[in-house]
């Protein structure tokens, strides 16, 4: 365990679905963000929040819909997905200071749309 | 944001030392290095981190030339279980970490 926690690890849902991402992190950390990563490419940074707020979305559809209730919880709410939607998801969090080390990241939800 | 280049993908052998070199030609002033490692189906896992000259730890060397433009990751020994993806982050710690992720080199460790 990395001290952040993704749930459910594997998820299928069909295009007229509804579902939930869920993401916890209990290191004291003040930035969560949503990856997402394709079959062979690199990881594409989805959403930034810095101390609950919303600093970045990176051009994402609406079709995604991100939620932070507090420090240590993220959620990605999905609706109407694609199928070239399908991919890994992580969560990371961060601490913003000149010791810290970057990202943790948790172990991924992988998504199928069907 | 700094941007980055790496080889696509490396092999070596087991026992063998690895050196995984980056380029960040804008690296700004207040920019860290961070590598990471990622196995398929798996987040990234923080390998090391600098800011200038060498560091080390249990796991990794990270040589920082002068001018930062470029950084080497150095894996002693390396073994089957090391076969990953190695990505060089460049970035700026404050105000949420916001990097842009490279395609990371593959190493590939054959027996």
């Known amino acids: 365990e990395t001290g952040v926690t993704q749930t459910p690890r594997h998820l299928v849902m069909g295009m007229t679905n509804k579902k939930s991402l869920k993401c916890e992190q209990h290191?004291?950390?003040?930035?969560m963000y949503w990856y997402k990563q394709s079959a062979k490419k690199p990881l594409e940074l989805m959403f930034v929040y810095n101390f609950k707020e919303q600093t970045e979305n990176n051009s994402v559809p609406s079709r995604f819909s991100p939620e932070c209730p507090n420090s240590s919880h993220l959620f990605l709410h999905l609706h109407t997905l694609q199928p070239e939607d399908s991919a890994l998801y992580l969560c990371?969090?961060?601490?913003?200071?000149?010791?810290?080390?970057?990202?943790?990241f948790g172990s991924g939800t992988r998504l199928t749309v069907v | 944001l700094a941007k980055t280049t790496q080889p696509i993908s490396m092999d070596s052998y087991e026992g063998q030392e690895v050196n995984i070199t980056c380029s960040h030609n804008?690296?700004?002033?207040?920019?860290?290095i961070t590598w990471y490692q990622q196995f398929p189906s798996q987040g990234p896992r923080f390998i090391i981190q600098g800011y200038k000259t060498k560091v080390t730890n249990e796991v990794a060397s990270l040589f920082i030339p002068a001018d930062r433009k470029s950084s080497t990751l150095s894996l002693p020994r390396v073994s089957l279980s090391d076969t990953a993806v190695y990505y060089c982050?460049?970035?700026?710690?404050?105000?949420?970490?916001?990097?842009?992720f490279g395609a990371g080199t593959r190493l590939f460790v054959k027996a």
């Open positions: 804008n690296i700004a002033t207040n920019d860290y």
């Open positions: 290191l004291g950390h003040n930035a």
């Open positions: 990371a969090s961060s601490q913003a200071s000149a010791d810290n080390y970057g990202y943790t």
């Open positions: 982050l460049v970035g700026d710690m404050t105000g949420g970490f916001k990097t842009i």
